[in-house]
């Protein structure tokens, strides 16, 4: 595990200001279950909510234990993993400019504050018509 340098991180969210020591913090549409897998599982994808996964980790260790806990379905039980729901969250650093943000997939610089906002059944999905049972 790279181990990424340790940031004074504020962020803001509707409930009020939380300061922290972060080697990484993931900012998702919707929380995520705490279930078995590697692949991350939502019981819904329009609640209008953004989770913030604040890592509080200090030792290659912790991090490790974090993802491991992830792989088994008990991340949520992390004691070192804080997690905050908004439908805003800003960003700021008290110790750097710019930093290197992941969205979907692709790594970018990015200079803070980092805003992130998410609007509740905003977007309009089609979805082809129910295929029907077939009579018995």
Known sequence: IVMVPCLSLDLRTTEGRHQAESRFVAITSNRYDDVFGVIPKRATLDS???????????????????????????????????????????????????????????????????????RRRALAVMLPPPIPEPAA
């Open 48 to 118: 209008g909510e953004l989770s913030a996964y604040v890592s509080r980790h200090r030792s290659r260790w912790g991090l490790f234990r974090s993802a491991i806990a992830y792989l088994f379905g008990r991340w949520e039980q992390d004691t070192e993993l804080s997690i905050l729901s908004s439908d805003e969250i800003v960003v700021r650093s008290r110790d750097r400019k710019r930093t290197l943000v992941i969205i979907d997939g692709e790594v970018e610089p990015r200079e803070f504050p980092l805003h992130f906002s998410i």
